[in-house]
DNA sequence: GGAGCCCTGGGACAAATGTCACGGGTCACC
DNA sequence: GGTGACCCGTGACATTTGTCCCAGGGCTCC
């Protein structure tokens, strides 16, 4: 009987798989959380052979938790299930640990079966996205800048980013001048959508 | 037999949901789609008694095929299942004649009964979200302000806005302006969001 | 001890952006 | 016929934004 977690914020998509699953006779959801600061202390409990972690959650990311899981729990393998398939998500998925990456575009049936290859020890990725991910270079981006960008979503103006990670204003306008550059983009909004669509954050 | 037409973008999502209405013994799928343009003559195709539509559609989008079925299938019950609770998106359901409102947040139990209770005639509807929407107050925006604003996401220039639109740039600042005034915001960006948050698109 | 990178700031400048006041046009409504 | 919406455009203006210089301090690696 494989013992899974299920971590997954849309109730109605959390409530669907678990159901799925449970479905399956070899298969057994032993916990579902909606929020990601749940994720180790729900495993650590409940003892999974493997978790099931979306990406995008309240409170801590999957891809911290599977971090956490790596360390905490090491024997339970991790599976990210994902809206977005962007490459940077895959790379730092395999950097934290995750044994598979599957996006939610895909059929119902590949998730049952990229479990039990799992399992089997096996490297379960969306194929298509592997091909991406290679072609996509490494980060550019250094920490300030990440930082600096991350607060520049939704039109905060140069002051907002200054108060909102403790900088001049004037650092604020070159770190945004160098992502621009180092993203080649046109101004501060595609370089956020850039910076995310690479999975650079 | 409840005969339902589903559309839903995510395929992972479309399956599950599909796999666990068939479970209900009063319940039949006679369609899926993925794509909002092919809700139309799916229905007239396979006659179904409710169609459960996702808005974010690739496509015709879940609010415009709502009003398609109104004309070109009456007898067809609409129940929209969505992701994003926004008061606007609840008010245009309303106008393009959706009997029910769902957000995918809930419990996948309230799904079938909320197929059931549409049926049988009643108006079924988020309760938080119904309160938030009379709230929120009719949208104040223009049709060209509109157009104006759903060219500016991510990052546009209003060089490109304006050939976008085919306006001039001046007349596209202008309504950018008034957007933002009318959102009182602060640029561009926040003025979408704001937008977008309520569903004035 | 360099060389190189990152972090942090500043100043100066061109370009883009947001605001305002002002034209003229159509159209509906009273 | 007048009033008031919305449409489209211009010109002028202050502010913000993006770019390019510069400089010092910390850090690692050779």
Redesign the interface.
């Known amino acids: 009987m494989i013992k899974v977690l299920l971590a997954e ?5 959390r ?3 678990a ?2 699953l449970g479905l399956e006779e070899d298969i057994e959801i032993v916990a579902q959380v909606g929020n990601g600061d749940e994720i180790l202390p729900k495993a650590l409990e409940t003892r999974p052979d493997i978790a099931l972690l979306d990406i995008e959650l309240p409170g801590r990311s999957g891809l911290d938790a599977a971090a956490d899981l790596r360390s905490g729990l090491p024997e339970c393998r991790v599976l990210i ?1 994902t ?1 977005f398939g962007r490459p940077g998500y895959l790379r730092r998925a395999m950097e934290a640990g995750a044994c598979g990456f599957l996006v ?6 590949d ?1 049952a079966a990229a479990i039990r290859r799992v399992l089997a020890g096996e490297r379960v990725i969306d194929p298509g996205l592997a091909a991406a991910a290679l072609g996509a270079g490494p980060n550019p981006l250094t920490q300030r800048e990440r930082d600096v960008l991350a607060a520049a979503v ?2 905060a ?1 140069v002051a907002d980013i200054a108060a909102k990670v403790h900088l001049s204003p004037a650092t604020v306008r070159n770190y945004l001048s160098a992502a621009i550059g180092k993203t080649s ?9 850039a910076a995310r669509q690479n999975g650079w954050l």
């Open positions: 914020d849309q109730g109605m998509m409530g669907a798989l159901l799925l299930l809206t939610k575009d895909g059929p119902v049936e998730l939704d039109g103006t983009t046109r101004n501060r909004m595609e370089a956020v959508r």
